[in-house]
């Protein structure tokens, strides 16, 4: 199983920026995206549970972070807009065979499967 995050980068408040996580060797059945800033504990982003592609967002970023999948590539995307300097922190993707109940799709101990993590910088 290999999670593959990609697009991170440095972009300025109020900018968007695109990640994604292209998933190989697991028919995931939840995917999600946390994140974690220096000297911060790691936090939940989004999750989607695949089968009825139900979502759950962080408050935190609600109204301006959206994630999608693509079946065709196996790849699910984070789209993230109206950055602000709080946002920047290593994203990573993670993965899951389990379907979870919606209480659970947020909490990282229900992932076996991480990426690597991309850095997203928020900064004028």
Excluded: H
Excluded at 70 to 94: G, I, K, R, S, W
Excluded at 101 to 112: C, T
């Amino acid at each position: 199983v290999q999670l593959q995050a990609s697009g991170g980068g440095l972009v300025q408040p109020g900018g968007s920026l695109r990640l994604s996580c292209a998933v190989s060797g697991l028919n995931y059945g939840t995917i999600a995206w946390f994140r974690q800033a220096p000297g911060k504990e790691r936090e939940a982003v989004l999750g989607m549970r695949r089968q009825d592609r139900k979502t759950v967002t962080a408050d935190s970023v609600k109204g301006r972070f959206t994630i999608s999948r693509d079946t065709a590539t196996n790849t699910v995307a984070l789209q993230m807009n109206a950055l602000q300097p709080e946002d920047t922190a290593v994203y990573y993707c993670a993965a899951t065979s389990r379907n979870w109940i919606v209480s659970a799709i947020l909490r990282p101990e229900n992932y076996e499967y991480w990426g690597q993590g991309t850095l997203v910088t928020v900064s004028s």
